[in-house]
């Protein structure tokens, strides 16, 4: 990429789009856009973004997230908007000559039971955690979707799988944070009210 490249980060109003763009920022990439309020779900909404902003490299983190009692109580939610979302911007990326696109997808992607360090060739070799397998799901359909287009038209889509993430922009909320996330407000709340236990 050049410093003037087009570039797309798809989501960058998430915790790790928002951390892309400061990153692109701090080294100089100067023509970074995200979405302003297009439906990322509509894909004649994205179509336009791709036909007027002309991206010539996607950073894919958009989505939808959430911890344990998110995916417990919203699994169609998740596994719907991810999956529509992914097809959207990959389908959009290949149509419009995307230089190069990088999906993110989740460590969630691995078997619940699966040997540590995770390792590629454990993906698809044993069964998924089940408080989040619709989510799970999604993601690695986007990983084979990029294989497949790869596969198909040569297109340059590579996929990352980072391990948990935490940081400023993330979710905090009871309801529907990760553990970590929750821990912290927990703790905070705890030391800002002078209490002495917190109920973990």
Same mark, same amino acid.
């Given at each position: 990429?050049?410093?003037?490249?087009?570039?797309?980060?798809?989501?960058?109003?998430?915790?790790?789009?928002?951390?892309?763009?400061?990153?692109?920022?701090?080294?100089?990439?100067?023509?970074?856009?995200?979405?302003?309020?297009?439906?990322?779900?509509?894909?004649?909404?994205?179509?336009?973004?791709?036909?007027?902003?002309?991206?010539?490299?996607?950073?894919?983190?958009?989505?939808?997230?959430? +911890? *344990?009692? %998110? $995916?417990?109580?919203? #699994?169609? =939610?998740?596994?719907?908007?991810?999956?529509?979302?992914?097809?959207?911007?990959?389908?959009?990326?290949?149509?419009?000559?995307?230089?190069?696109?990088?999906?993110?997808?989740?460590?969630?992607?691995?078997?619940?039971?699966?040997?540590?360090?995770?390792?590629?060739?454990?993906?698809?070799?044993?069964?998924?955690?089940?408080?989040?397998?619709?989510?799970?799901?999604?993601?690695?359909?986007?990983?084979?979707?990029?294989?497949?287009?790869?596969?198909?038209?040569?297109?340059?889509?590579?996929? +990352? *799988?980072? %391990? $948990?993430?935490?940081? #400023?922009? =993330?979710?905090?909320?009871?309801?529907?944070?990760?553990?970590?996330?929750?821990?912290?407000?927990?703790?905070?709340?705890?030391?800002?009210?002078?209490?002495?236990?917190?109920?973990?």
């Amino acid at each position: 990429m050049n410093t003037n490249s087009s570039i797309y980060v798809a989501g960058g109003n998430t915790l790790i789009g928002a951390a892309i763009q400061r990153a692109l920022e701090k080294y100089g990439y100067c023509n970074t856009f995200s979405e302003k309020g297009e439906d990322l779900k509509n894909v004649t909404q994205i179509d336009a973004l791709f036909r007027e902003r002309k991206p010539e490299f996607v950073f894919l983190v958009a989505g939808k997230t959430g +911890g *344990i009692a %998110a $995916n417990i109580k919203h #699994p169609a =939610d998740l596994m719907l908007d991810n999956i529509l979302i992914t097809c959207n911007i990959i389908e959009c990326a290949r149509r419009h000559g995307v230089k190069k696109l990088l999906y993110l997808a989740s460590s969630c992607s691995y078997p619940r039971d699966c040997a540590q360090p995770m390792k590629e060739a454990s993906l698809l070799a044993g069964r998924l955690e089940p408080t989040n397998e619709a989510y799970a799901v999604a993601k690695i359909a986007g990983i084979k979707l990029c294989q497949a287009f790869r596969s198909q038209y040569g297109s340059d889509f590579i996929v +990352g *799988i980072p %391990a $948990n993430v935490l940081g #400023p922009g =993330d979710d905090f909320s009871e309801e529907d944070s990760h553990v970590v996330d929750a821990l912290i407000r927990k703790m905070h709340e705890a030391k800002e009210n002078n209490r002495k236990q917190v109920d973990v």
